[in-house]
């Protein structure tokens, strides 16, 4: 059998148009939009309208605030299972979980801890980053990247059962019927 060179040209040329990148990369980890149109994810429908008991009862206007037909369906969740959705609201540690807050901040709380992880996560990125232009097969590296400093859940479950703590999250080890 023989190949022409056009056949192999083209052969050529397609493996080329494979390895380029451009726009058209697909990444699971991308999370933008390609088009310029309204989100219809982010429009919600309101509650309907209602007269309150009182008009001197109403809050102050508050450009930053909520309006109360707006919906909130955290809210609506902790209300419909019984619980009080007013206490998503609450400011400052329930008196329950004083002494915990003490203790983790006993050593001092940095102010700007949230900048400092930010930019050595960069850091590490760009370490294990290197030379991921330079690749032919696109491949998203995200969970080979963090791996090590993932927790494996059925190793610890089974040290956790191996000293005696109840572990419910799990069904048991006994054979199964």
Known sequence: MRIT???MGLVLILAA????????EIDLRQLRSS????DEF??????????PDSYSSLPVP??????????????DAVASLGGRPEALDATGVPAGD??????????????????????ED???RQRRGRFQRLRIFIKNKYNSVYEPQTLNSV???????????????????????
Do not use: M, W
């Open 35 to 38: 088009d310029n149109g309204p």
């Open 62 to 75: 508050n450009p930053d605030g909520r309006n109360l037909v707006d919906q909130n369906p955290r809210a």
């Open 42 to 51: 982010s429009v919600l429908p309101s509650k309907p309208l209602q007269a």
């Open 122 to 124: 960069e850091d590490f």
């Open 5 to 7: 060179r056009a056949t």
């Open 155 to 177: 190793r610890t479950n089974q040290a956790y059962r191996r000293v005696g703590v109840p572990t419910p999250s799990v069904p048991p080890t006994g054979p199964r019927r």
């Open 17 to 24: 148009a494979g390895c380029a990148r451009g726009d058209r």
């Open 98 to 119: 004083t002494a915990l807050v003490r203790h983790t901040a006993r050593g001092g709380v940095p102010g700007n801890i949230r900048e400092t992880l930010a930019e």
